[in-house]
């Protein structure tokens, strides 16, 4: 089965520089990449996503990178503010039989010193 | 539109004793899911429902039971509560396949089995 790793598990920057987390995959047959957003206590929301037919994705402050070839993507947020405090996952998925199998990764607590 | 809605928030059993947690959404989505997620392991699939009327088991079923009562409500229940069914649960739902690969998840139930 499909198995993603995402480095690194903790992450701390200063307010204003840039965030980066990787992750990769080993399933080539995944074809949709969500990351989600958990602030403590709450739910997982998504941010971005990117499709495998993409390679490149940006909304603001957030883009996300696909490397087909190498089975890795990553997550970079720039000019990070205090609210970007929080746990973030990637994930890897692909339909299979009429549902999404999806396989999270363990997700990396970015925090944002003021 | 409430999106994806879970009961309870926070529930505290006893080894042994049996609950239901709940799930609806208003979404239309086809697919319903359930995962639970535990510090460090990101979120695992415990059992999902590709559409009304069917089931299946996911990563980690053991010691679970599912219902999709209606296209709207899926529900998890747990027969005889362990230690190790301590989590944070969470529903899912999306359509796969028609653009909306997007999971939205619930807030989350907090169940302790002391």
């Known amino acids: 089965g499909e198995n993603v790793e995402q480095h690194p598990s903790t992450l701390s920057v200063q307010e204003g520089d840039s965030a980066v987390i990787k992750c990769t995959y080993s399933?080539?047959?995944?074809?949709?990449f969500p990351w989600y957003k958990q602030e403590l206590g709450k739910r997982p929301q998504l941010i971005i996503d990117?499709?495998?037919?993409?390679g490149e994705k940006k909304d603001q402050r957030i883009a996300v990178t696909l490397n087909k070839t190498a089975k890795h993507f990553s997550l970079h947020i720039t000019e990070t503010q205090p609210e970007d405090s929080a746990v973030y996952f990637c994930?890897?998925?692909?339909?299979?039989?009429?549902?999404?199998?999806?396989?999270f990764g363990t997700g990396t607590k970015l925090q944002v010193i003021p | 539109n409430a999106g994806v809605t879970q009961t309870p928030k926070f529930q505290v059993l006893k080894t042994g004793q049996s609950m239901t947690l709940q799930c609806a959404q208003d979404?239309?989505?086809?697919?319903m899911y359930w995962y639970r997620q535990d510090p460090g392991m990101g979120l695992r699939l415990i059992y999902y429902?590709?559409?009304?009327?069917?089931?299946d088991k996911g990563e980690v079923p053991n010691g679970y039971n599912v219902s999709r009562l209606n296209k709207r409500e899926f529900s998890l229940r747990l027969e005889s509560a362990a230690p190790s069914q301590t989590s944070v649960y969470f529903c899912?739902?999306?359509?796969?396949?028609?653009?909306?690969?997007?999971?939205?998840f619930g807030p989350g139930t907090r169940l302790t089995v002391l």
């Open positions: 994930a890897a998925s692909l339909n299979s039989g009429g549902y999404q199998k999806v396989t």
């Open positions: 399933d080539s047959a995944s074809n949709y």
């Open positions: 990117i499709r495998s037919n993409v």
């Open positions: 979404m239309n989505h086809n697919s």
């Open positions: 429902s590709a559409s009304e009327g069917t089931t």
């Open positions: 899912a739902s999306n359509t796969p396949g028609q653009g909306k690969d997007t999971q939205y």
